[in-house]
């Protein structure tokens, strides 16, 4: 991507990254640092278990050779600061923040345990603590490991963007002739050459030719628009016809692209800040156990038992921060990702995930995601004495040769009806000859020496021909009208065309089962007219006056219309697929993208639907509210360790005579993280296959 870092979007890379992932203090790592880090400290840990005197007592074993007593202290000091560092930076941070979290906990339990156990290695105290602070920071490794994985997203949304962006641009010099030159070497005023299926390099606006321009990246409209002499044109956007000469008026951070390259970044910043569940029960087992901790030292030096109390203290503050509390939310994220990649659900970002159980309304963009994004034939009227079948095949003839998308969705109608035309002995495709396009009209050939032309409202005003009304009301709901015209000798509309973008068949469904998961507003929104909106909406069964419908916005309206929906109170899904899409997915509470859309989108959601099946969204739902109650039990589980385990270290029975030990400490801890790994093991048999099943797509 180095060839995009002077696109406008380079200044932004960093955005949004503080914070992120509820633990702002260590959120400059990246998961690579913790991946290393796990592994070595897990190289350690092995040999400092195998050697520890609990352990083998444990098993049953002995191991005794020379230097055997200064495994646990060498090793166990290295994993303490080499493994221990991110939770002790993390725990500094967080006490300058005043904000004691899953950093303050770690860190005291490692803290405290290393101290002992180290003045122990010098006889000045009996707590061994090597295996339980090596086997610790192991865990918590492992499970920030887990939680880092999310915090790249900024910046890999923002490199979506730039790619969109061509690496070169081709310059007009002043003899006509062109240069190709890079990016950032243009400058306001220049001139640049844009050829047929090339993307505009920069804003500007066209001084020579005439093309149809697909900007539904940008702007979210479905249909190629046309873009003459004078038109404005937008960096990113695509000629599809013709090839057009710019002029340049906006580069860099001026461009449009970067605008929204900064809504996105803005959007990801402010939803990073969402707290962490397994830091707020940190933060309450730290003050629970800093308190326990001084009152055990406290009561026990009272009764002249200062020894005691110095390890009643330790044990206390050691075993404060359980294993299970530092695997709850990991595990159960890991899990949850995996079963749910196998049901074509990707989940990117585990807060995403997380938040999805309170979503009240669902945004969905409808060009590419309600909709296929990609226009189909819906009805055809010919002319008295012209069969319908027959002003198709004409039709298709003549727009076989066409790279224009409305040509390509007769051609396939045409392709599709073949079977049966063979069977009803209708001839084949006719073959078209001396082929030419009528920018912004249409196009003209020849079919059997007939000369036919095919187009839209711009070629009947040209040939002074009337459009037939037998299609007005697929006009009325926005349908694309294309016309079949006869040149032989007088103009004449022989055929005319309805095409729409078609409805995906899985999206009824996919509505009705939003509902029946207590989903209470659906909201589409769209680049498209208005009349094309309601009637998709219309078709998709929309209750009038409970869901909602925004129609011919931009970019930045959809951004503004989460925000919106938010500040009535309501949490916000946001499906979507395209570039247009990228800052209302981010500024979502939850941003789902169709995988089938372009990599902006998909980076800049928490969720991804790879299938392109938007019933996914239901599914994701219900994995959301499973795996949100298995991090409950999980947590429960885990501070349910410490209910039991810090009283009973403390001291609270030693009057009867029981104490708690070091040694059931630690088994008591390894239980509490068997019964978490278990529990979380059950998500396995959720199934988030779609319950609704898919409606046949309207036929042709």
Not at 437 to 445: D, H, K, M, N, Y
Not at 450 to 472: K, Q, S
Not at 521 to 543: N, S, Y
Not at 584 to 592: E, K, N, P, S, T
């Given at each position: 991507?180095?060839?995009?870092?002077?696109?406008?979007?380079?200044?932004?890379?960093?955005?949004?990254?503080?914070?992120?992932?509820?633990?702002?203090?260590?959120?400059?790592?990246?998961?690579?640092?913790?991946?290393?880090?796990?592994?070595?400290?897990?190289?350690?840990?092995?040999?400092?278990?195998?050697?520890?005197?609990?352990?083998?007592?444990?098993?049953?074993?002995?191991?005794?050779?020379?230097?055997?007593?200064?495994?646990?202290?060498?090793?166990?000091?290295?994993?303490?600061?080499?493994?221990?560092?991110?939770?002790?930076?993390?725990?500094?941070?967080?006490?300058?923040?005043?904000?004691?979290?899953?950093?303050?906990?770690?860190?005291?339990?490692?803290?405290?345990?290393?101290?002992?156990?180290?003045?122990?290695?010098?006889?000045?105290?009996?707590?061994?603590?090597?295996?339980?602070?090596?086997?610790?920071?192991?865990?918590?490794?492992?499970?920030?490991?887990?939680?880092?994985?999310?915090?790249?997203?900024?910046?890999?949304?923002?490199?979506?963007?730039?790619?969109?962006?061509?690496?070169?641009?081709?310059?007009?010099?002043?003899?006509?002739?062109?240069?190709?030159?890079?990016?950032?070497?243009?400058?306001?005023?220049?001139?640049?050459?844009?050829?047929?299926?090339?993307?505009?390099?920069?804003?500007?606006?066209?001084?020579?030719?005439?093309?149809?321009?697909?900007?539904?990246?940008?702007?979210?409209?479905?249909?190629?628009?046309?873009?003459?002499?004078?038109?404005?044109?937008?960096?990113?956007?695509?000629?599809?016809?013709?090839?057009?000469?710019?002029?340049?008026?906006?580069?860099?951070?001026?461009?449009?692209?970067?605008?929204?390259?900064?809504?996105?970044?803005?959007?990801?910043?402010?939803?990073?800040?969402?707290?962490?569940?397994?830091?707020?029960?940190?933060?309450?087992?730290?003050?629970?156990?800093?308190?326990?901790?001084?009152?055990?030292?406290?009561?026990?030096?009272?009764?002249?038992?200062?020894?005691?109390?110095?390890?009643?203290?330790?044990?206390?503050?050691?075993?404060?921060?359980?294993?299970?509390?530092?695997?709850?939310?990991?595990?159960?994220?890991?899990?949850?990702?995996?079963?749910?990649?196998?049901?074509?659900?990707?989940?990117?970002?585990?807060?995403?995930?997380?938040?999805?159980?309170?979503?009240?309304?669902?945004?969905?963009?409808?060009?590419?995601?309600?909709?296929?994004?990609?226009?189909?034939?819906?009805?055809?009227?010919?002319?008295?004495?012209?069969?319908?079948?027959?002003?198709?095949?004409?039709?298709?003839?003549?727009?076989?040769?066409?790279?224009?998308?409305?040509?390509?969705?007769?051609?396939?109608?045409?392709?599709?009806?073949?079977?049966?035309?063979?069977?009803?002995?209708?001839?084949?495709?006719?073959?078209?000859?001396?082929?030419?396009?009528?920018?912004?009209?249409?196009?003209?050939?020849?079919?059997?020496?007939?000369?036919?032309?095919?187009?839209?409202?711009?070629?009947?005003?040209?040939?002074?021909?009337?459009?037939?009304?037998?299609?007005?009301?697929?006009?009325?709901?926005?349908?694309?009208?294309?016309?079949?015209?006869?040149?032989?000798?007088?103009?004449?509309?022989?055929?005319?065309?309805?095409?729409?973008?078609a409805v995906r068949p899985e999206a009824r469904a996919a509505i009705?089962?939003?509902?029946?998961?207590?989903?209470?507003?659906?909201?589409?929104?769209?680049?498209?007219?208005?009349?094309?909106?309601?009637?998709?909406?219309?078709?998709?069964?929309?209750?009038?006056?409970?869901?909602?419908v925004f129609a011919e916005v931009l970019p930045a309206d959809k951004?503004?219309?989460?925000?919106?929906?938010?500040?009535?109170?309501?949490?916000?899904?946001?499906?979507?697929?395209?570039?247009?899409?990228?800052?209302?997915?981010?500024?979502?509470?939850?941003?789902?993208?169709?995988?089938?859309?372009?990599?902006?989108?998909?980076?800049?959601?928490?969720?991804?639907?790879?299938?392109?099946?938007?019933?996914?969204?239901?599914?994701?739902?219900?994995?959301?509210?499973?795996?949100?109650?298995?991090?409950?039990?999980?947590?429960?589980?885990?501070?349910?360790?410490?209910?039991?385990?810090?009283?009973?270290?403390?001291?609270?029975?030693?009057?009867?005579?029981?104490?708690?030990?070091?040694?059931?400490?630690?088994?008591?801890?390894?239980?509490?993280?068997?019964?978490?790994?278990?529990?979380?093991?059950?998500?396995?048999?959720?199934?988030?296959?779609?319950?609704?099943?898919?409606?046949?797509?309207?036929?042709?």
């Open positions: 991507m180095a060839e995009h870092a002077d696109h406008g979007m380079a200044g932004h890379a960093d955005h949004g990254m503080a914070g992120h992932g509820g633990h702002g203090a260590h959120a400059g790592h990246d998961p690579a640092v913790f991946r290393r880090k796990l592994w070595l400290s897990l190289v350690l840990t092995i040999p400092i278990v195998l050697t520890s005197d609990m352990v083998m007592g444990w098993f049953g074993y002995s191991l005794d050779f020379p230097g055997v007593s200064w495994i646990a202290p060498v090793l166990g000091t290295a994993v303490f600061f080499y493994g221990g560092w991110p939770f002790l930076s993390g725990a500094a941070a967080e006490i300058r923040s005043r904000a004691p979290g899953m950093m303050m906990l770690i860190s005291m339990a490692i803290t405290v345990a290393y101290v002992a156990s180290i003045l122990t290695a010098f006889d000045v105290f009996a707590l061994d603590f090597w295996w339980e602070l090596a086997a610790l920071v192991t865990v918590m490794l492992f499970g920030h490991w887990q939680e880092m994985k999310a915090v790249v997203q900024a910046q890999g949304a923002l490199s979506a963007l730039a790619a969109l962006l061509p690496d070169e641009a081709e310059r007009l010099t002043a003899d006509g002739t062109t240069e190709r030159v890079r990016l950032d070497a243009l400058v306001v005023g220049d001139r640049v050459l844009v050829r047929s299926g090339a993307r505009v390099p920069a804003d500007g606006h066209i001084v020579d030719g005439a093309a149809e321009m697909d900007e539904s990246m940008i702007t979210g409209e479905s249909r190629p628009v046309s873009r003459q002499i004078d038109d404005r044109v937008v960096a990113g956007t695509v000629a599809t016809d013709s090839a057009i000469r710019v002029r340049v008026d906006a580069v860099g951070e001026d461009t449009a692209l970067a605008g929204i390259g900064r809504l996105v970044a803005e959007a990801q910043a402010a939803g990073s800040r969402a707290q962490v569940l397994a830091d707020r029960f940190a933060a309450w087992l730290f003050f629970v156990a800093t308190g326990v901790g001084l009152i055990t030292f406290i009561t026990w030096a009272a009764l002249g038992e200062v020894g005691q109390g110095v390890e009643r203290t330790v044990t206390v503050l050691v075993i404060a921060c359980p294993h299970a509390l530092g695997l709850a939310i990991p595990l159960v994220i890991a899990l949850s990702t995996a079963i749910s990649a196998r049901a074509g659900i990707l989940v990117k970002d585990r807060l995403a995930l997380e938040r999805m159980r309170t979503v009240q309304a669902v945004l969905f963009d409808k060009t590419g995601t309600l909709t296929k994004g990609e226009h189909s034939l819906r009805a055809v009227a010919a002319a008295p004495g012209h069969p319908e079948d027959e002003v198709l095949r004409l039709a298709a003839a003549v727009e076989a040769d066409s790279e224009h998308p409305l040509a390509k969705a007769l051609v396939a109608a045409r392709k599709r009806s073949v079977a049966n035309d063979l069977v009803a002995g209708v001839p084949e495709h006719p073959v078209a000859t001396g082929f030419r396009s009528l920018t912004g009209r249409g196009v003209q050939a020849s079919v059997a020496g007939h000369p036919y032309a095919v187009g839209g409202p711009a070629l009947l005003r040209e040939l002074g021909v009337t459009a037939p009304n037998d299609l007005a009301d697929w006009s009325r709901r926005g349908a694309v009208l294309l016309h079949l015209v006869d040149l032989s000798g007088t103009p004449e509309v022989v055929g005319a065309f309805a095409l729409e973008d009705a089962e939003l509902r029946s998961e207590g989903v209470a507003k659906i909201v589409m929104i769209t680049g498209d007219a208005r009349p094309v909106a309601e009637a998709v909406a219309a078709d998709l069964g929309f209750r009038p006056g409970v869901d909602e951004d503004r219309a989460v925000a919106d929906l938010q500040s009535r109170g309501l949490t916000v899904a946001m499906v979507g697929d395209g570039v247009n899409d990228a800052p209302a997915l981010a500024r979502a509470d939850v941003g789902l993208a169709i995988g089938a859309g372009t990599d902006v989108a998909i980076e800049s959601a928490g969720v991804v639907l790879a299938s392109s099946d938007p019933r996914g969204v239901a599914s994701v739902i219900r994995l959301s509210r499973a795996s949100y109650r298995k991090m409950i039990q999980n947590l429960a589980w885990a501070t349910g360790y410490n209910v039991i385990a810090i009283p009973l270290a403390a001291g609270v029975l030693a009057a009867v005579g029981f104490t708690l030990s070091p040694a059931i400490g630690a088994l008591l801890m390894s239980g509490s993280t068997i019964v978490v790994a278990l529990n979380a093991q059950l998500l396995r048999r959720l199934h988030l296959t779609p319950r609704s099943p898919v409606e046949a797509p309207p036929q042709d």
